[in-house]
């Protein structure tokens, strides 16, 4: 015994040694960045840009996990400190590019060598007898000649706004999108419609009120240097809508808590922010026509809400139908089909902002959509391929994001921090969070027979936090004064509901009496009373939901995918040919596999990964409905959309249960 | 029976019905490319690059798809048919902007507003009132003023050559290096380097001179225009050495042609680039001083080759060493483990080129490194995320250049295309790859016991193929009149190998009776006789790597990763204490885990995939040496280096049998 002890003291040292050595060596990963960063000959040439992402990316990934050796958080908030890490190597540069470089000016004042009437695209100017090269960025109005960025550093560090839009938001909304394919998620369509469209639209124009009162006092006190219309406060109030819970969904996930108000935070904010893109492009959209340029014009405002609906609807089906463009016979080459499947996504988007609308609106409609038929298509390699794929340039993409907003806290050389607009403004999202939280909660509560209760309220006024799209939408444009404002606002914003609100997150949900840590199915369990939990199941789903899926069900996943019953099972007899037409082959293909298998594996329909030492068992299966009934008492006849709607849910259960490690959280008694 | 068969043909055309669908489908998607390529707005904002990246990409993975559907080619030519079809969409887009697209020229000649010493970064131009912003893009020496792009729409699609350099080639080389952990490469270890070092230095020097010779010949006749150094034909000699044998690797996976074969193809395709590389940078490097500047200068040649030795090593160190660096407890959070593998290997090729080395090379190596060591640590999740992570980005990135070289094609603008070089280029590198391979294969037999036979030096011999890398060599300086003949050489060549030898490989195989369709074991049985295939494998495996192998089992693998033996049973027992201390506490957890495993899941450490229905169970095993010795029989004591090593080796036999669809090959009666 006394020897046994001994070793394990021997052993806890190694293991402490262990622990050292890895400090050290995740030191020696930081020291990396070191001398790529003091570099000149990196920073002068093609690799600025590329470094530069490189440091926000390495930066925003090694803190949380350097956070997590040293023992300093836990597995959890190390794994999705989305902004909260992540925003921190971002800061540190951001401090000593600002004060650690030389401002070296760039330009005087333009050159006056006006020729002709048509820019060129090269310049050649003759500099004491060397030739340089330029390249035209654009043409600047003659307002804002003044704004073009001071220092070269900065110059050289800053990304340019449109990089946000096109480049790190699509895979970010695209993932949202993809990953959308949820029970709770569905049982809840009408809330979170709700509190997507309308709770988005009241949010923005309570917030724009507000803040043009704020403005008004502003103007009165002296405080505001130029001009700020009703326009602009409407646009902030439209990019400040848009929020982005991840932190709270994070830990969510990590305590088990409640699904359904799950459902509706992850849902509302997916949706939300495909709102706030159009609805803040519609109101740069809205300009009156005549000689008060920002008074109230009905014409240009119908004219904005044409606009709203015109590109809210146009993305929304452009990424629908590219979603449901189907590969169907590609299963003998899976890099061909998921290379294919991500360049649909990429295609979408690209032809949205070809037509007009927006790309990333397009891009979510286009995930979920994919998610909803395309992914039937796939063949098993490719599915969990693109999964993988999507998951890791979302991370990438938003750790990007988070680092870049700490660089531009620093490095942005416009900032106009106003105190009396910033107060304006965190009163104004306080408030205009309220007005869409509680009385919308009230008026869904009268159609609803689960009713969303007041602790759920508390919290999801509470979950309202600003993230990467807030950023995006503000960076976009920030050549006015307004416009400067408004985005050192919403930075602040970002930042303080991030790291204050963000962190607040588990005590709160403790003080609210929210359940966690328990199975989303716990009561009534999921075996025995079968019947009653369809029921249940039946009565919770939207009305609108289950008239879709059934029509979805029976007649466009026969014909879009390879899953689903045959059509010559679902549409009348009278139409025979037809059916089989539009009836993929594997369908029955699918049919008769279905059969022989063991229903295990049907039932069993989410991702089970079974570590066996150093080999793993895993059993991915599809989330598809299938045809097959349980049958487990061997019938099979009836395959009506019901039943397979009640599988699709218990499937997505199921995974939900079998995901990610239990935390046991200090539960008070509640209910 | 009569009923069944009208059901089979009324099925029949429903599955032919599905067909034209399909067909349909295909084209649809290729539809959605006209409207983004027509729209104008996209070519003149920021979009206009990713727009045509998007082209490359989606129109390079197209076509072998539709060629697929329409029942035009194979499975596996549609798989992995890269430059073959790939090039397609390139060379439709190059002939419509050359042909199709009116030429405007962006500049006339250099302004002259010389007004300081230092150029600025930005311009503000004042044009007949607008103002416009030019950034600063390089100094440009006074002879290449007249070789900046003239044509505004060929501008807009040609990328920077260095894009290619460092953002198209680090994925494709990285991949080809992480996925050298195969048994028989390191079998023909010893084979494999001199044919890459020797080899490539020997064909380079070889092209090179005949190169001069054909160029002293143009000069003879008249048909060269301008100077073109021996130098610049060395430096040919190095661009073109590159070989690049995908589509014969490619066919030769797929017909389970000889794996020696295959890997002394594969092997030294891989060193091969890096060599090339090197080898072009250090004759860029030979600058002769004195009068007489292009005469030899052996002071300066010496510098050559220090520089060759300088960077080859250089990176190579560099690779190996971020390589090693290790992620040890983050198996809880895969995402992140695999982001920070993936930045990583990012940060290997910046820190390279910080460091004035050659950055491909480097991520080459840690590519390798990180496959050997790094690999072990992850977790499986990480594991396959990571490769499919890589196979996809360099799909893409080999897709993009593929198609990219068919655009240059015709949009590049100063091709000069002279026929006797052409002709001398193409008997130069049929000699140059003679000259390589059978002398260099009559020496190594000497050595080796198992022979390169006649039959595999002709089929390495016609495999010389050259492809991305020779390109992406070739685009990066186009400068000069010298440099730019031998650009659009290679682009000829790199067309007619991929195309015809490409094409021929398949007869090729046959009509040089080389083994196809066969199990890379089948002679003698991998079971019953494990001892004779232990000393055979014995006798087989390069000394030196033996050697090596040995050092790397019982020392590095348990410093460096969670696997292998426990440093205190492979030290000397006097240094117990060091040995606790770097043994990390995994490796006895793994240990313990082994003991209780069923042996089984330790043998057959490939990929096995069984599909079962639609549910598949995958048991992604680790490839890397366990301590455990195959306990059939209970014996646990011996954990020597050489047993691990005919595990690993039979586990590697095992993932190349268990791998891909077998094909019956119409094999002629060879041996």
């Known amino acids: 015994m006394r020897v046994r002890k001994t070793k394990h003291e021997k052993e806890y040292f190694v293991c402490h040694f262990r622990q050292i050595s890895d400090f050290i060596n995740s030191l020696a990963v930081l020291m990396c960045l070191g001398p790529l960063f003091l570099c000149r000959k990196l920073v002068v040439t093609i690799h600025c840009k590329m470094f530069m992402v490189h440091v926000h990316l390495q930066g925003s990934c090694i803190v949380p996990w350097v956070l997590f050796e040293t023992r300093k958080v836990g597995t959890g908030v190390a794994n999705r400190s989305h902004g909260y890490f992540n925003s921190l190597p971002g800061l540190i540069v951001g401090v000593i590019l600002r004060y650690g470089t030389p401002s070296t000016s760039g ?68 993932h949202a999108g993809y990953s959308l394919k949820k029970r709770h998620f569905f049982r809840n369509l009408g809330s979170i419609l ?8 009241v949010s923005c124009f309570i917030i724009g009120n507000l803040m043009y009162g704020v403005v008004k006092l502003m103007k009165l006190v002296g405080q505001l240097s130029d001009k700020f219309y009703y326009t602009d406060c409407l646009l902030f109030g ?40 159009v609805l803040s492009s519609s109101i740069v ?10 008074a109230f014009d009905a014409a240009a405002f119908f004219k904005s809400v044409g606009v709203f609906l015109g590109i809210f609807s146009g993305s929304f089906m452009m990424g629908a139908v590219t979603g449901v463009v189907t590969f169907t016979k590609l299963h003998c080459f899976p890099l061909l089909e998921t290379a294919l499947f991500f360049l649909m996504s990429w295609s979408t988007f690209l032809l949205a902002e070809a037509c007009g609308f927006t790309g990333v609106v397009a891009v979510l409609f286009c995930g979920i959509t994919q998610a909803h ?126 790291w204050i609100v963000g962190g607040g997150t588990t005590p709160m949900l403790s003080w609210l009496n929210i359940r966690v840590g328990v199975d989303p199915d716990q ?29 979805d069900h029976n007649y466009l996943k026969p014909i879009l995918t390879h899953s689903g019953p045959p059509l010559t099972t679902t549409l009348p007899s009278w139409c025979g040919l037809l059916a089989r037409c539009l009836t993929s082959p594997q369908v029955y293909d699918n049919q008769e596999q279905l059969r022989e298998e063991d229903s ?4 069993n329909d989410g991702d089970l990964t079974v570590t066996y030492g150093d080999t793993t068992i895993t059993a991915n299966g599809s989330s598809g409905p299938h045809t097959a009934t349980t049958s487990l008492d061997g019938r099979r006849t009836k395959s009506s959309s019901e039943e397979a709607l009640e599988r699709d849910l218990g499937a997505a259960d199921h995974e939900v249960t079998s995901r990610g490690t239990r935390l046991v959280f200090p539960l008070e008694d509640n209910a």
Chains 1, 2 share one sequence.
Request: glycine share 4%; aromatic share 16%.
């Open 600 to 603: 295990d594996f049907i039932l």
């Open 373 to 498: 038929y395309t992914y039937n298509n796939l063949s098993v390699e490719s599915r969990s391929r693109t999964k993988q794929l999507f998951e890791v340039l979302h991370f990438l993409a938003e750790n990007f994001i988070f680092s870049y907003m700490g660089l531009a806290l620093f490095t942005f050389q416009k900032h106009i921090f106003s105190p009396v607009f910033i107060i304006g403004a965190f009163i104004a999202i306080f408030l205009g969070r309220a007005a869409h939280i509680y009385p919308l909660s009230f008026l869904l509560n009268l159609g609803r027979r689960h009713k969303i209760s007041w602790n759920f309220q508390h919290m999801m006024m509470f979950s309202g936090l600003r993230g990467a799209m807030a950023f995006a939408l503000a960076i976009r444009d920030t050549a006015t004064y307004s416009h400067q404002m408004m985005f050192s606002t919403t930075l602040l914003i970002v930042f303080f509901t991030v």
């Open 107 to 174: 330009h005087d004042k333009p050159f006056s060598c006006s020729q002709e009437d048509r820019p060129f695209t090269t310049l050649l100017v003759n500099v004491s007898g060397k030739f340089f090269e330029y390249t035209l960025k654009g043409e600047i109005s003659p307002g804002k000649i003044h704004n073009v960025e001071q220092n070269d550093m900065l110059r050289k560090v800053t990304f340019d706004p449109e990089v946000f839009f096109n480049i790190l938001l699509p895979p970010i909304i695209f």
């Open 523 to 551: 009561d009534p369990p999921p075996t025995n009373d079968n019947s009653e939990r369809r029921n249940r199941t039946k009565q919770e789903s939207a009305w609108l939901f289950r008239l879709w899926y059934s029509f």
């Open 194 to 201: 709700a509190y997507a469209f309308l709770g988005t639209a």
């Open 285 to 294: 959209a809205y300009q009156p026509t005549g000689e008060n340029t920002h």
């Open 238 to 277: 439209a990019i400040i809508s848009a929020t982005d819970p991840v932190t709270v969904l994070a830990i969510f996930n990590e305590l088990h808590a409640d699904v359904d108000l799950y459902a509706l935070l992850f849902g509302e904010s997916v949706l939300n922010d495909a709102v706030a893109i």
